[in-house]
């Protein structure tokens, strides 16, 4: 391997870490406004409760897209 592919290597984990740490604090959020609507029966909480499905959904998204610019801007065809 040479420096610029370790560099997109090196860039790709980074998005990888960042992207599980965002969804990872999602489920947490997710699964504290679950157990907050049924305690409370506060009905508000399933907005919050879809905002963290949302922003989990935008972190694997936002991952494949960069990804995807990655290996566009090295010349490599990103699969369909």
């Not at 391997?1 to 969804?23: C, E, F, P, Q, W």
């Not at 409760?49 to 490599?76: N, P, S, T």
Request: proline share 1%; charged share 20%.
């Amino acid at each position: 391997m040479n420096a610029s592919a370790d560099a997109r290597i090196a860039r790709h984990k980074r998005r990888l870490y960042t992207m599980l740490g965002v969804d990872a604090l999602a489920v947490l959020a997710a699964f504290a406004f679950i157990f907050g609507r049924y305690q409370t029966g506060e009905a508000w909480m399933m907005g919050g409760f879809a905002a963290a499905v949302v922003v989990g959904f935008a972190a694997q998204v936002w991952l494949v897209v960069r990804w995807w610019q990655d290996e566009k801007a090295a010349g490599r065809k990103a699969p369909q």
